[in-house]
């Protein structure tokens, strides 16, 4: 009995033995099938995300675009659009900066290319070469933003990596800056993507290769993209045990391969061969003619700048500052390291300083998900200052200079006088887009402002001697009737100094639109049409 009852207690045990086996093996199998599910999801993947995250950040930005209707710099047309056009069409203008060859053709190529295409198709509308572009820098805007949520998965978790793309989406800045065609916007998307691959403790798709091609490329476009990598580049340098692999293996044939790459565009389209990144930090870094274009104090970045760039994200970023673990202080210190460079340049825009607004959003969101109490009125007041910002700037500051470009249009397309039309823009230079928002060899003149490079002490460019005597330039300029412009755009400031004038050539207002409700000094809250009426000569707009 006893040899039997331990026999069963032995077979019993078997049987429990390989029942918890299959258990653990069903368990197994289970997680398995769970797993391929979650990674699958409902709807596939796109990018390495759920297809519906991608879809919905690609409608936010297409939808972004769409409600940005004003204009920020003048760059965003005279150094992509203007240039793709000339490229394409044979006609427009292109600004100092092309004569002098410190810009790059790498970049307007990207929107020349959209625009051949446009024109073989016979699809070459205005309105299709104004919004196609820009459609195509809110695409690459998306897949940016999807890499910086992926990237934030890896290194933490779902749900900081939520708050982190939460920050960057309802950022003002961004919303008002990445659908818009400036080297800025280029340079912040090609810095997220190589991010995405930098080796960075928990990242899983770390590739060197990868990333210094970004970066290179982003330095083709814009040479000062180099300025927020250094401290990045100096740390893989560091921590790399082959040094020596790194530099003749992947940094010198990345670097000689896009460079070249460079040249032979650059050469196609100058004639010669030309190093524009050279030219570029000479002008710009070495020699400081940017400051021609304004200057600021060594603190603007840091009193005035970075605040106002960051906007109401500013508390969280410090907040999240003090909560970040050790291994996000790479980041800070790239953002501090980027302010204290362009801090020594005496000319200062707020979209220089664009490309570091990812690395603070990580900060953000880190602090986002680490708030306990009043973390519903943080959010909502985090998300409603923010869109009232984006929305204020996308839709109503500075509209005027694109909305006066559709009286231009109306003029070329609309007008049986069109072979006698021409218009002069009387405004602060470069104040509004150009040839690519019109479409058409339509005679157009405005103020000239290229800088001084030949060191004349006492040099004035065409905008600053006009406004020194307004009145006196337009009696001067146009002695003779017959090469009047048929219509006059200016500032509603101007309006009451050159009235005399407007009235001795029989100019009237025949158009209004809305500006700003902070006008500068030489502009003002209405931009205004004139036309000029003659007598059996009647020009209809």
């Not at 086996?21 to 997680?31: A, G, Q, V």
């Not at 939460?166 to 961004?174: E, G, R």
């Amino acid at each position: 009995m006893e040899r039997d009852g331990g026999g069963g207690s032995l077979f019993f045990r078997g049987l429990q033995n390989r029942s918890h086996e299959k258990m653990k093996l069903r368990t197994r199998k289970s997680t398995l099938y769970l797993s391929q599910q979650k990674s699958t999801g409902c709807g596939g993947d796109l990018l390495g995300e759920n297809i519906y995250l991608v879809l919905f950040t690609i409608a936010l930005r297409i939808c972004n675009c769409f409600l940005v209707q004003t204009s920020f710099v003048p760059d965003e047309y005279w150094q992509s659009l203007e240039v793709a056009h000339h490229m394409v069409f044979n006609y427009g203008y292109l600004t100092w900066e092309w004569t002098e060859r410190l810009r790059g053709y790498t970049y307007p190529l990207i929107f020349a290319s959209i625009y051949k295409i446009l024109h073989l198709l016979g699809k070459d509308s205005v309105q299709l070469l104004i919004w196609i572009p820009r459609l195509a820098q809110a695409l690459l805007s998306a897949i940016a933003d999807l890499r910086l949520y992926s990237l934030m998965k890896q290194l933490e978790n779902q749900q900081v990596a939520r708050w982190v793309f939460f920050c960057q989406l309802c950022s003002w800045f961004t919303w008002y800056c990445c659908t818009r065609t400036l080297t800025n916007t280029m340079e912040t998307v090609l810095t997220i993507i190589a991010l995405f691959y930098y080796p960075l403790e928990g990242s899983k798709f770390m590739n060197s290769v990868k990333y210094s091609s970004l970066v290179a490329l982003a330095f083709i476009i814009r040479p000062t993209a180099v300025i927020l990598w250094i401290p990045l580049l100096f740390r893989h340098f560091w921590q790399e045990q082959r040094k020596l692999d790194l530099i003749l293996h992947q940094f010198l044939p990345v670097g000689f391969f896009t460079l070249s790459f460079s040249l032979i565009i650059d050469r196609i389209f100058f004639g010669q061969w030309t190093l524009v990144q050279y030219n570029f930090l000479k002008f710009n870094v070495l020699q400081n003619v940017g400051s021609f274009y304004g200057s600021h104090p060594w603190h603007w970045y840091f009193s005035q700048g970075f605040p106002a760039v960051l906007g109401t994200h500013l508390p969280f970023f410090i907040h999240g500052c003090l909560l970040a673990p050790k291994r996000y202080r790479i980041f800070l210190v790239t953002v501090l390291w980027t302010l204290l460079v362009y801090s020594m340049l005496s000319h200062k825009e707020f979209r220089f300083i664009y490309p570091v607004l990812p690395f603070c959003m990580v900060f953000c969101g880190y602090s986002l998900n680490n708030l306990k109490l009043w973390k519903k009125p943080a959010l909502s007041f985090l998300f409603l200052s923010n869109m009232f910002f984006a929305l204020y700037t996308g839709l109503v500051h500075q509209r005027g200079t694109l909305d006066v470009m559709t009286n231009i249009q109306e003029l070329c397309y609309n007008n049986t006088n069109i072979s006698s039309a021409s218009v002069l823009m009387m405004m602060p230079c470069h104040s509004t887009p150009y040839y690519s928002h019109v479409h058409h060899p339509l005679p157009m003149r405005f103020l000239q402002c290229p800088p001084d490079l030949t060191g004349k002490g006492d040099y004035l460019v065409e905008a600053d001697i006009f406004y020194l005597n307004p009145l006196k330039w337009l009696y001067r300029e146009f002695q003779n009737d017959s090469t009047l412009p048929t219509h006059l755009i200016i500032f509603s400031i101007l309006e009451e100094e050159i009235n005399p004038f407007l009235i001795s050539n029989k100019y009237e207002r025949t158009a209004v639109f809305f500006h700003t409700h902070f006008p500068e000094r030489r502009t003002g809250s209405h931009i205004y049409v004139y036309e000029r009426k003659l007598k059996g000569k009647l020009n209809q707009t």
